[in-house]
């Protein structure tokens, strides 16, 4: 099965997450198919704290795949984000 889930980069107590469309069998920091987007929950005021491709996102959603209940989360926050 085909997931949207974040894959965690960045440096140590410094955590950066990339949203990204992967097999549900692969490694969580492994091989990916499509980087959506990114979220960065130690951001600084001036830099952009959640960042999501919602065309791709809204393509993998109606094709099958499984969004994961922390991007599920996430997403509901950008929408609103974006709303305001």
């Given at each position: ?27 969580r920091d ?19 704290k959640l ?17 994961s209940p ?15």
């Amino acid at each position: 099965m085909v997931t949207i889930r974040l894959s965690r980069g960045g440096a140590n107590k410094r955590p950066f997450y990339h949203i990204v469309v992967t097999d549900s069998r692969d490694k969580r920091d492994g091989r990916h198919i499509e980087r959506l987007g990114y979220f960065n929950p130690v951001a600084a005021a001036n830099e952009s704290k959640l960042e999501v491709n919602h065309e791709r996102l809204t393509y993998w959603l109606s094709v099958g795949a499984q969004a994961s209940p922390r991007v599920g989360q996430l997403v509901k926050q950008y929408s609103k984000q974006v709303a305001a």
